[in-house]
């Protein structure tokens, strides 16, 4: 059974950076990260390939977020720089038990709030 447990959420202003966590237990396909705005669709920010690596990202944050695991930790992080107040949302982690990858995971974590301000 999958489980992911995100943290570092919080409020940063505007330009500023934060971290993302995703403690994941059991085998899964890809992990990554999808944010929901109020008012807004949920949507797909960046994965990862727990296989080769491959990533996916976002048109939005492309430049600015990074995506990376660490093995030995079973651990996935989001590195988000240069934040703007429409990053604003709930962050959750989330993962593919086979592709497509960042299409539809089937498992996920509770959410983090993100928060930024200008």
């Known amino acids: 059974q999958v489980q992911l447990v995100e943290s570092g959420g919080g409020l940063v202003q505007a330009g500023g950076s934060l971290r993302l966590s995703c403690a994941v237990s059991g085998l899964t396909y890809a992990i990554g990260w999808f944010r929901q705005a109020p008012g807004k669709e949920r949507e797909g920010v960046s994965c990862i390939s727990a296989s080769d690596g491959s990533t996916y990202y976002a048109d939005s944050v492309k430049g600015r977020f990074t995506i990376s695991r660490d093995n030995a930790k079973n651990t996935v992080y989001l590195q988000m720089n240069s934040l703007k107040p429409e990053d604003t949302a709930v962050y959750y982690c989330?993962?593919?038990?086979?592709?497509?990858?960042?299409?539809?995971?089937?498992?996920w974590g509770q959410g983090t709030q993100v928060t930024v301000s200008y």
């Open positions: 989330a993962a593919d038990s086979g592709p497509p990858m960042c299409i539809a995971p089937e498992h």
